[in-house]
Each structure stands twice: as structure tokens, then as C-alpha cells.
């Protein structure tokens, strides 16, 4: 694992002053670098003890890993709480992006839930940068079943830093 770089990393509040609102709405103005490291994402964090200890295997501009659900994360008697499905996509888009040599957040994240994900197997989270323009990176990602089933989806839109 390349360290714990996801798109719940810290923002300093120093490091980003929001812009005056034009006619275009213009968004957040970068000033300094703002991504830290600490290691306790929820996610992927080593030193979460409490969190899901994702741990991803990496490609061109492509992250995967695999996942098995503790009853803590359930949501209804036997699924997986959709909460967490959408972290698994938003973190495997995060790390697709890393794979990429960028760091970046979250900025729009547009799932579709397929199929209740069920605790007893384990999950497939891959995400993929399928495009870049500017600081503005396109992405996907699906959850799976280690048998292909597919439970959900989404595509996001990931602000670099």
C-alpha cells in the first residue's frame, strides 16, 4: 500500500480559500498543498482500528481490493450497509487515482445500487481513472462479489491537488 492518501484525507483549512462567486459559480481556489497523511482513514487507515483496513492492489490508473464484512458494518440482518458500499466505491476511485500518481477528493459521487451486498462473502471494490482534464479527474467503480455479481456502481468526479 502506497500510505493512506484517500479522499478522506485531511484538508487544512489554511489551504483552501473559496472563491468569490462569479456569474459561472467558480468553486474552492487551491493556495498550498492540503492533503496529509495520517493513517487513519476509515478506509484504508493502518492505524484505524475501527475502520474497514482496505487494502489495495494497484494498476495503471486502477485499484482493487478485496473486502470481508465484520458484523459491524451490517446494515439490515445480513447485507452490508449501503453506507459502506458507497465508501468501498468512493475509496477504490480515491486510490484508482493515486494508482494514477495523483492525489485528489471527492467531489461528486453518483452511485447506483444493484444488489443488497450480504456479509457472509467477500467483496470486490475496483475503481478506474477513465479520464483527466485539468485537475478534474473522471472515474469508476463497481463492488462486486468474488463471483462477478455485481452490487453496485458509481462514477465520480475527484478534485486534484
Known amino acids: 500500500m ?63 481490493a478485496v473486502w470481508r464484512p465484520s458484523p459491524r458494518f451490517s446494515g439490515w440482518t445480513s447485507i452490508v ?32 445500487f444493484r444488489k443488497a451486498a450480504p456479509m457472509d462473502s467477500a467483496l470486490v471494490a475496483h475503481g478506474r481513472v477513465e479520464q483527466r482534464r485539468g485537475r478534474m479527474l473522471m472515474l469508476s467503480a463497481t463492488v462486486v462479489g468474488e463471483d462477478g455479481t455485481l452490487y453496485a456502481q458509481a462514477t465520480g468526479k475527484f478534485l486534484a491537488e
Not at 481556489?29 to 483496513?53: H, K, S, T, V, Y
Not at 480515491?94 to 461528486?108: K, L, M, P, Q
Open 81 to 112: 450497509h449501503g453506507g459502506v458500499v458507497a465508501t468501498l466505491l468512493d475509496e477504490a476511485m480515491a486510490h484508482a487515482s493515486i494508482a494514477a500518481g495523483v492525489r485528489a477528493v471527492t467531489g461528486r459521487l453518483e452511485i447506483r
Open 2 to 64: 502506497r500510505g493512506c492518501r484517500c479522499s478522506s484525507a485531511t484538508v487544512s483549512q489554511s489551504a483552501i480559500r473559496m472563491s468569490k462567486t462569479n456569474g459561472a459559480g467558480a468553486g474552492p481556489e487551491r493556495i498550498a498543498p492540503a492533503l496529509e497523511d495520517d493513517r487513519r482513514c476509515f478506509a484504508c487507515g493502518p492505524e484505524n482500528a475501527e475502520g474497514m483496513q482496505l487494502r489495495f492492489q494497484y494498476g495503471d490508473g486502477t485499484a482493487s
